[in-house]
């Protein structure tokens, strides 16, 4: 039976990507987890300061959140001194490159069990010898996608039965602003009609996409004059696809937005008349379920954990990244189609209700925990 649990995450409350939004996720369903079982969660965070920790996951008064702002030491030192001291019966380490960390807790610690969580660009290339000796002595190392963990298993010799798969889901702080009122709306046609990508602009994510969008508006301008374009997100990568969209003659009808905050970004679903990011490299992809809460569909990537976001043809459409022609056809397809739109962008709802929502991620993880620790 678990009495205590020492959480140890890269980024939870000051980042705006994936990786932050489910350990969010992660720390409010351990913490209400252990209060309704009666054990201690103590919380680590790597790039967070504990000021930036929000209460709408963490509330003051329940067990410890801290940050250290980067200081990688000093949170080496205090997962080290919270293992020692604390001989805590469940270490989650919050990344594959804690594992040479993980070596030292276990050896400090031979009781304690040792979880990890993949994202999934993290583990889709052959791991270094030290994290693949770390990751051996894990108990389970939890997955956030089927791809990620095939991915794992190749790539760092784990054997099938100690990967879980805990998928991601909406953050429930953002279904709780912006759910009801989304959910009772239906899809409307824009006019004119507006496309939206939500991703990171930087050098190494060029895998998103946004330049095969960019590279199909041409074609899809021939079809839809009034075409009009949105990007959200900003990075270093930002030049280069404001240069391409000139070079491509599409200037005019693409916005880069750059960063925005909750209303902002929920407003631009809103308005959209479809979401497209055709990854190539997407662990799960949760700008698809945010998409979804606003009933409208998604074409995403043919590649990675995408697929076990967007059913083609029911509630999106899949397409190859560098199929420029084949991202063209789908866009056209879908945004002439307001009857197959609506179709999708409610059947894209109703998946996301009954398969991500928190709730389902709260019962995946207490179903982790019962059949490890029973």
Sequence with gaps: MVKSVLLLLPGAFSGYGGIEMYNRQFVRAFLELGQERGFEVRTLILNDETKDVDDRYAREGEDRQIGFG?????FAAAALRGTYLGRPDLIVLGHVHFARLGRVLGRLSPASRLWYLAYGIDVWRALSPAIQRGLAIAESILAISRYTAGELQKNADVPPERIGLLPCALDPAWQARYGPGALDARPTTEAPPLLLTVARLAAAEG??????????????LRALPDLRYEVVGDGVDRPRLESLAGELGVRDHVRFRG??????????YRACTLYVMPSSHEGFGIVFLEAALFGKPSIGGRHGGTPEVIE????GLLVDREDVAALERALVRLLKDEKGRAQMGAAARARLEERFTYVGFRSALSAHLEARHA
Excluded at 70 to 74: D, F, H, I, L, T
């Design 70 to 74: 980067g200081r990688k030491v000093a």
């Design 207 to 220: 895998y998103k996409g946004v330049d095969s969008v960019l590279r199909s508006l041409p074609g899809v």
């Design 259 to 268: 960063r925005l905050g909750p209303d902002e970004l929920a407003s631009a």
């Design 312 to 315: 083609d043809g029911v509630t």
